[in-house]
């Protein structure tokens, strides 16, 4: 009985000792922080201690971050979760801690937080809850995720973060204006970490891998974010492609020029429809297009609206044409001889020092043999040492020159046609005189090379 009656007052002590618990719990709640700190402070003091007070358990713990959301005192709620011993538990009120701050619109409060040693917790929970969201919805959960790691200098996820709301977007304002906070954010990285990565879409066959992006990449998605923009009426998903025919379609030449440059497409196509718009552009004709292709220091006006297309055919033709290519020479001379057009004089020009043997063989094949004609002489008279700047050729003729290689065929074949039709034959007379000289300098090299022996 005597052992029985201890037992009893044992279990009643502890029964009291846990009311006297939570009613201090209470209490230190509705005492404001400075006294539910110091109360959790002190249990956990009781706890190392091994002292017979009863120690605050978890779901009081729970109970005051819960009450501190209520009462919006979100800076106590946080000192809670950061205060919290058990790791999933914290993780546990975190995600309620995010959860209501969103709910109540306090996205400024939010990111106003370091969320020190949480930071991979946080990201993950916004980008969760973005991805798992119908766009319209996660867009917020995108814009707080930016602009934390914004506010706390981390730019190269700030970038990932808009980049995949630019993807995510189906609205082309908007993804423009996406990949430009991307763009600014990557800048601010260092050359060699100026990445992100791109996960594949969930259609994707092989949906694990990732790609990665390199700040130039991004740059391409901003200029065809832009482009789609100011096109109008084109789909946010349009191909690099569409977008390039839409803006050809639309006049907007200079931009369609900038997209093929820097997405690696052929720029034929926009050059050719620049040439037929300035082959037929007259004073009558709607001429504001030539606005959108304005270059900075040309200025269109209805008086010199002919003038300034031709200017900007040539501007973009010396701006990009790769090296020693003639692809997009070909193709203005192309379209503009098919159009039963003389090439400007600055075009054959430029033509004659990159591939005088092309342009020759295009005015044969549209049938202009008094071009033909006149081209084949310089040539011919460039290779005897006659104005030879103008084909690029470095040596003429000579004894001790290299070989110089020009289209003999073709300009046989120019000569045939032009006995066929009746015409002038100072191309015949100049062609003898070239291979006259051709094997004069050719046995005097055999004597050169026959007397060092």
């Given at each position: 009985m005597?052992?029985g009656?201890?037992?009893?007052?044992s279990?009643?002590t502890l029964?009291t000792?846990?009311?006297?618990?939570?009613?201090?719990?209470?209490?230190?709640?509705?005492?404001?922080p400075?006294?539910w700190r110091?109360?959790?402070?002190?249990?956990?003091h009781a706890?190392r201690?091994g002292?017979a007070?009863?120690?605050p358990p978890?779901?009081?713990?729970?109970?005051?971050?819960?009450?501190q959301?209520?009462?919006?005192k979100?800076s106590?709620?946080?000192?809670?979760?950061?205060?919290?011993?058990?790791w999933?538990?914290?993780?546990?009120?975190l995600?309620?801690?995010l959860s209501t701050l969103?709910?109540?619109g306090?996205?400024?409060e939010?990111?106003?937080?370091?969320?020190t040693g949480?930071?991979?917790q946080?990201?993950?929970?916004?980008?969760t809850?973005?991805?798992?969201?119908?766009?319209?919805?996660a867009?917020?959960?995108?814009?707080?995720?930016?602009?934390y790691h914004?506010?706390h200098?981390n730019?190269?996820?700030?970038?990932?973060?808009m980049f995949?709301?630019?993807?995510r977007?189906?609205?082309?304002?908007?993804?423009?204006?996406c990949?430009?906070?991307?763009l600014?954010?990557l800048?601010?990285?260092?050359?060699e970490?100026?990445?992100?990565?791109q996960?594949r879409?969930?259609?994707?066959?092989?949906?694990?891998?990732?790609?990665?992006l390199?700040?130039?990449?991004v740059?391409?998605?901003f200029?065809?974010s832009?482009?789609?923009?100011?096109?109008g009426?084109c789909?946010?998903?349009?191909?690099?492609?569409e977008?390039?025919?839409?803006?050809?379609?639309?006049?907007?030449?200079r931009?369609?020029?900038?997209l093929?440059?820097?997405?690696?497409?052929p720029?034929?196509?926009?050059?050719?429809?620049?040439s037929?718009?300035c082959?037929?552009l007259?004073?009558?004709?709607?001429?504001?297009?030539?606005r959108n292709?304005?270059?900075?220091?040309?200025?269109?006006?209805k008086?010199?609206?002919?003038?300034m297309?031709w200017?900007?055919?040539?501007r973009f033709?010396?701006?990009?044409e790769?090296g020693?290519?003639?692809?997009?020479?070909?193709?203005?001379?192309?379209?503009?001889?098919?159009?039963?057009?003389y090439?400007?004089?600055w075009?054959t020009?430029?033509?004659?020092?990159?591939?005088?043997?092309?342009?020759?063989k295009?005015?044969l094949?549209h049938?202009?043999?008094e071009e033909?004609?006149?081209?084949?002489?310089d040539y011919l008279?460039?290779?005897?040492?006659?104005?030879k700047?103008?084909?690029?050729?470095?040596?003429?003729?000579?004894p001790?020159?290299?070989?110089?290689w020009?289209?003999?065929?073709?300009?046989?074949?120019?000569?045939?046609?032009?006995?066929?039709y009746?015409l002038?034959g100072k191309?015949?007379k100049?062609?003898?005189?070239y291979v006259a000289?051709?094997?004069r300098?050719?046995?005097?090299?055999?004597?050169?090379?026959?007397?060092?022996?």
């Amino acid at each position: 009985m005597i052992g029985g009656g201890c037992k009893s007052r044992s279990a009643c002590t502890l029964a009291t000792v846990k009311c006297q618990s939570r009613n201090e719990a209470v209490r230190a709640v509705r005492g404001g922080p400075s006294v539910w700190r110091g109360w959790l402070v002190g249990g956990a003091h009781a706890r190392r201690e091994g002292d017979a007070m009863v120690a605050p358990p978890e779901t009081l713990q729970c109970i005051l971050f819960l009450h501190q959301l209520e009462l919006k005192k979100y800076s106590e709620a946080y000192a809670i979760v950061k205060s919290c011993s058990s790791w999933q538990r914290k993780i546990d009120l975190l995600h309620k801690f995010l959860s209501t701050l969103i709910a109540d619109g306090k996205h400024e409060e939010l990111v106003a937080f370091s969320f020190t040693g949480l930071v991979d917790q946080l990201d993950s929970f916004l980008s969760t809850r973005a991805r798992s969201l119908p766009f319209v919805q996660a867009v917020n959960s995108y814009n707080i995720l930016y602009s934390y790691h914004i506010k706390h200098l981390n730019y190269k996820k700030a970038a990932s973060v808009m980049f995949e709301k630019g993807m995510r977007s189906d609205n082309c304002e908007m993804q423009w204006r996406c990949f430009g906070a991307c763009l600014n954010a990557l800048s601010l990285v260092e050359a060699e970490q100026a990445w992100i990565l791109q996960p594949r879409p969930i259609s994707s066959p092989d949906e694990d891998s990732i790609e990665v992006l390199d700040i130039n990449e991004v740059r391409k998605e901003f200029e065809l974010s832009g482009a789609r923009y100011n096109l109008g009426n084109c789909p946010p998903d349009a191909s690099k492609e569409e977008v390039v025919a839409l803006c050809i379609a639309q006049r907007q030449y200079r931009v369609a020029m900038r997209l093929t440059n820097m997405c690696g497409l052929p720029g034929t196509h926009v050059i050719e429809s620049l040439s037929a718009a300035c082959a037929t552009l007259n004073d009558n004709d709607d001429w504001q297009w030539l606005r959108n292709n304005e270059i900075d220091d040309l200025i269109v006006t209805k008086d010199n609206a002919r003038d300034m297309a031709w200017m900007v055919l040539r501007r973009f033709i010396e701006k990009y044409e790769k090296g020693k290519s003639t692809e997009l020479h070909r193709a203005t001379a192309h379209k503009l001889l098919g159009l039963e057009m003389y090439l400007p004089a600055w075009l054959t020009a430029s033509y004659c020092k990159r591939n005088a043997t092309e342009l020759l063989k295009l005015y044969l094949h549209h049938g202009y043999l008094e071009e033909c004609s006149d081209l084949a002489i310089d040539y011919l008279l460039a290779g005897m040492g006659i104005g030879k700047e103008a084909f690029s050729i470095d040596l003429p003729l000579l004894p001790n020159s290299p070989p110089l290689w020009i289209p003999l065929n073709t300009i046989d074949r120019v000569i045939k046609e032009l006995e066929y039709y009746k015409l002038d034959g100072k191309l015949k007379k100049v062609f003898g005189d070239y291979v006259a000289m051709a094997m004069r300098m050719s046995n005097d090299k055999r004597t050169l090379v026959a007397a060092r022996i």
